[in-house]
T-cell receptor, first 115, second 115 residues
Framework: EAGVTQSPTHLIKTRGQQATLRCSPI?????VYWYQQALGLGLQFLLW???????NRGNFPPRFSGRQFPNYSSELNVNALELEDSALYLC??????????????FGEGSWLTVV | AQSVTQPDIHITVSEGASLELRCNYS??????LFWYVQSPGQGLQLLLK??????LVQGIKGFEAEFKRSQSSFNLRKPSVHWSDAAEYFC?????????????FGSGTRLSIRP
């Protein structure tokens, strides 16, 4: 089965602009999780989408938002970009047999650089 | 409070030597434990997971981990490392059945391999 796919691989934006990142979960799975991995800050949970709805969000300001489409792909939008938003944004999806528990699989990530 | 601690920020071992990466957790319920590996510039790849049963878990790439409930530890081991094992390793703990958005990641251990 195809894994989690993310685009773009790299994105450079200037401060104040908006960035849009995209993710497709593993085929047959409805949940998408977004994480931010900033230098020195580890992996921080951002957002969880399931069945088109936002189910949970981490401790991030409202300018981090997103949506999930009927085909379960997802967009992460970051408005009013700040320099500290520069990070690797990772998308994850459950995979395999659902009864195997909460195992999530990650995409290759999207590098966002804010200048 | 729920947490994951990886006490070693950076470890260097010689190629062919054995490896042990430490992970300690604090979790209120029965944990579901993971190890992920991240090669430079890449997403996270699942190495192994402990769900239940045998406390010694085998993973990909020759890695194994042992769950020790009494010590709240889930250390990762490999008998003989290869240069390609140089990467960042993340331990994670989460609930078995509720949202994967509650998975907590450690801050990571960077592994360097000495030729």
């Amino acid at each position: 089965e195809a894994g989690v796919t993310q685009s773009p691989t790299h994105l450079i934006k200037t401060r104040g602009q908006q960035a849009t990142l995209r993710c497709s979960p593993i085929s047959g799975h409805t949940s998408v999780y977004w994480y931010q991995q900033a230098l020195g800050l580890g992996l921080q949970f951002l957002l969880w989408y399931d069945e088109g709805e936002e189910r949970n969000r981490g401790n991030f300001p409202p300018r981090f938002s997103g949506r999930q489409f009927p085909n379960y792909s997802s967009e992460l939008n970051v408005n009013a970009l700040e320099l500290e938003d520069s990070a690797l944004y990772l998308c994850a999806s459950p995979g395999g047999v659902p009864i195997s528990g909460n195992t999530i699989y990650f995409g290759e990530g999207s590098w966002l650089t804010v200048v | 409070a729920q947490s994951v601690t990886q006490p070693d920020i950076h470890i260097t071992v010689s190629e062919g030597a054995s490896l042990e990466l430490r992970c300690n957790y604090s979790y209120g319920a029965t944990p579901y434990l993971f190890w992920y590996v991240q090669s430079p510039g890449q997403g996270l790849q699942l190495l192994l997971k402990y769900f239940s049963g045998d406390t010694l878990v085998q993973g990909i790439k020759g890695f194994e981990a042992e769950f020790k409930r009494s010590q709240s530890s889930f250390n990762l081991r490999k008998p003989s490392v290869h240069w390609s094992d140089a990467a960042e390793y993340f331990c994670a703990v989460g609930p078995r059945y509720s949202s994967a958005s509650k998975i907590i990641f450690g801050s990571g251990t960077r592994l360097s391999i000495r030729p």
